[in-house]
């Protein structure tokens, strides 16, 4: 073996103990505390689908969260890569803060008269992958929601009667504000790596009438892999609920995120070493070999935490004018992380750690690699691994983990109102860790 490959095995099997006696140490702050939402994930059974999105409607970056009490909506798309149309309905089911279906019947929570086609398509100018582009804006004219909460829309293949796709959205209530911050944890052991959230409930018009029937939930950029929940307040002041000890609820800071441009193909930039027509008529792009960043000091650079972009600096395109190309991933180990599964994650894989995007070892090359075909756009990506004993994501173990990374935190205020009978999303807060981190150490 040679003198390089070990000192890499051995310095991976360094940070991986690290990282899992740091994560031994949280889980007793934690007691048990948090909790790793499974029945959140937006699956896709029709491999032929790609590219689902869901945002608020003339807002690509958005998260899809609309009010109850507003003319809002929101635009979910999706493209066909069946070559031919294909007609779909959509379905939309209330569930739980669990993200559980409830046994409503839909019209308690959804009011419209229309029939549930999805009616806009068109049909790509791509030059290699043939597909149809559907989009749906909803809720529609004379369509409007009767609660808040957390909702999935269904839509299926009306051809088979088959489901092709679920999609997570939320409906807000309000009648509260959330007041937040974000610092570098005040535990030692962890200041250098975690970030934490210290947050205020204000209640001015007495909905929470039952403190107990509260349920706060954290995610970090748009996320439900990386979020915490079953937070406690520590004090109620009037109108004002407190949430002081939230020990338990760090978040490692992470990295920020690589990416790479393949909007324009003829253009070669940014992390893309090679473009090919291949003889199957796709386009291929190489990415640069990545290497890990756990060692190296952190760097401050421009991101999207994740996020997608399918427009250029110069140019517009229509959805359905961008082809797919086969995107080339690598990752240089030397050695394979037994024990160990490492996941490309990102918007690109739902922020989800799906096995899709899993990463396979080549030994002669000594390399993780990936495939998967991608439609055109500037990409935002990370590396993060999975223990195969025990479900635990780590998205350190490869990029390194520093306070200082600017990050998107969302909280999400659940009332399970003892009235309603329902989980009621009374708020959601979205606060970013650079203006407060910047905020608090210029200090």
């Known amino acids: 073996m040679k003198i390089s490959t070990q000192i890499t095995l051995l310095t991976f099997l360094f940070f991986a103990n690290i990282s899992l006696a740091q994560t031994d140490s949280l889980e007793l702050i934690l007691n048990d505390s948090t909790n790793v939402i499974v029945n959140t994930r937006n699956p896709i059974y029709d491999n032929k689908i790609k590219t689902v999105l869901i945002h608020k409607k003339g807002l690509d970056q958005s998260v899809p969260i609309i009010s109850l009490q507003s003319s809002g909506q929101l635009t979910l798309s999706f493209d066909d890569l069946n070559n031919e149309y294909r007609e779909y309905s959509f379905k939309i089911i209330h569930c739980d803060r669990f993200w559980q279906p409830t046994q409503e019947s839909e019209n308690e929570y959804f009011e419209s008269q229309r029939s549930r086609y999805l009616e806009e398509s068109e049909f790509s100018s791509a030059i290699s992958v043939e597909y149809n582009h559907y989009i749906l804006n909803f809720p529609r004219k004379d369509e409007r929601f009767l609660k808040s909460g957390n909702f999935l829309i269904e839509i299926t293949n009306t051809e088979n009667d088959s489901v092709a796709f679920i999609k997570r959205f939320m409906v807000v209530q309000g009648g509260i504000n959330v ?218 173990l490869i990029e390194g983990s520093h306070f200082e990374t600017e990050n998107d935190y969302s909280i999400f205020v659940y009332y399970h109102s003892p009235f309603d009978g329902y989980d009621q999303l009374l708020s959601v807060e979205q606060i970013n860790s650079r203006v407060k981190l910047e905020h608090i150490y210029k200090k």
């Open 179 to 396: 007041n937040a911050n974000i610092s570098r944890t005040d535990d030692v052991q962890f200041s250098d790596y975690r970030q934490q959230i210290k947050f205020d409930i204000y209640d001015p018009s007495h909905i929470i009438e039952d403190i107990s029937m509260l349920y706060v939930v954290i995610s970090k950029n748009n996320s439900w892999v990386f979020q915490c929940d079953k937070l406690k307040p520590s004090f109620v002041l009037g109108d004002k609920i407190q949430f002081e000890r939230t020990d338990q609820c760090y978040f490692e800071g992470g990295n920020e995120y690589r990416s790479f441009n393949m909007i324009d193909l003829k253009n070669i930039s940014n992390n893309i070493v090679k473009v090919e027509f291949t003889s199957h008529k796709h386009f291929s792009i190489w990415l640069d070999d990545d290497n890990p960043r756990s060692f190296l000091k952190y760097s401050s650079m421009e991101d999207l935490n994740g996020d997608i972009l399918f427009t250029g600096h110069n140019k517009t395109f229509k959805a359905n004018e961008l082809d797919y190309v086969d995107v080339h991933f690598s990752l240089n180990t030397e050695v394979a992380m037994l024990g160990y599964e490492i996941y490309v994650f990102g918007k690109l894989s739902d922020y989800q750690i799906d096995e899709t995007y899993k990463m396979e070892f080549n030994p002669e090359k000594g390399k993780y690699t990936l495939d998967i075909m991608l439609k055109q756009g500037y990409y935002n990506y990370q590396y993060v691994v999975k223990s195969i004993y025990q479900d635990k994501y780590d998205e350190g």
